[in-house]
């Protein structure tokens, strides 16, 4: 995260319930579309920052075995541990990159982001 980020989420921590009131929902909105940008934005492989932040936070996915697993059709991008070391390497920016996966790993929609 920038330093300027860094400085303007410890300047909004500090803001009291009443200062935060104060804000009109579009300086409001535009705060938190600008640190959300900026922790989408960071090079890392977690689920806090990032990539995987993006996917896991920001986007769906379809499940079209969702019947047969019990689960919704549109769910959240899952937090599978295997998408660190895979996202890790994505940000590597290899020349190529070999993945040898099973269709269900997700590993395509990963490489999509």
């Known amino acids: 995260m920038s330093l300027a980020i860094q400085e303007l989420a410890s300047r909004i921590k500090k803001l009291s319930r009443e200062e935060l009131m104060m804000l009109s929902p579009d300086e409001a909105a535009q705060l938190d579309w ?17 990539p995987l932040y993006w996917l896991t936070h920001h986007t769906k996915t379809e499940n079209p075995q969702c019947e047969a697993q019990s689960l919704p059709f549109l769910a959240p991008f899952p937090q599978k541990t295997y998408f660190i070391p895979l996202i890790t ?24 982001r």
């Open 34 to 50: 600008t640190l959300t940008d900026a922790r989408c934005a960071e090079r890392v492989a977690s689920f806090d920052a990032g």
């Open 89 to 112: 390497e994505f940000l590597a920016r290899h020349k190529a990159l070999f993945i040898p996966k099973s269709r269900t790993m997700m590993t395509s929609w990963a490489a999509m």
